[in-house]
């Protein structure tokens, strides 16, 4: 990770930008490298300033916090800057490819199937794009809906989980192991 500061209106310490640097590098492993840091430490009056910009491959980061010591602004600039980037890599975690996103299921033609042999028939095949929720927002979208059962991913889990919705009006959750 390359480094720079800058001090205004204070002298260069040592000890700072060892400081600093010891505290940016629990944030270099969330990275793409190669990284650049550009650290600012500034005293206005009482008020001791610290600011990061983080640029890496394809993401740039900004912090700015103030406290009365210098240590704890640039303690609480770095989990800052670290709650920005552990949200960046779960929104790109998350993301999907735009092409696989369907608005609603597609009908897959089951016509390869052998008619009145004895064995079941298929009449539909349905393929549904698995939606991450927590259970109440499933609960929530199949009492919106006439569908008697619901695929998900657990937002809590990560587990593809089924609810099924009852004869008698209540549901009936089934959890994957996967």
Known sequence: MEISFTFRNMETGEWLK????????????YIDKPVT????????KFRNIAE??????S?????????????????????KVERQIKKYRQKVRNHKDVSSRVAEA???DAGAV???????????????????????DAVMKMDESKDRF?????????????????????????ETNS
């Open 150 to 174: 619901i695929v998900y991913r657990d937002s809590s889990s990560e587990k593809v989980s089924i609810l099924y919705r009852r004869d008698d009006g209540k549901y009936l959750l089934i």
């Open 114 to 136: 052998e008619e009145d042999d004895g064995s079941p028939r298929v009449a539909k095949t349905t393929k549904i794009i698995l939606e991450s929720m927590f259970l109440d």
């Open 59 to 79: 993401i740039n980061l900004q912090g700015r916090e103030e406290a009365k010591e210098m240590t704890l602004a640039i303690d609480t600039v770095i989990d």
């Open 106 to 108: 597609i009908p897959v």
């Open 52 to 57: 990061i910009n983080l640029s890496a491959k």
């Open 18 to 29: 060892e400081y600093v640097e010891k505290k940016l590098a629990r944030i270099e492993r």
């Open 37 to 44: 840091a550009s650290v600012v430490l500034a005293v206005e």
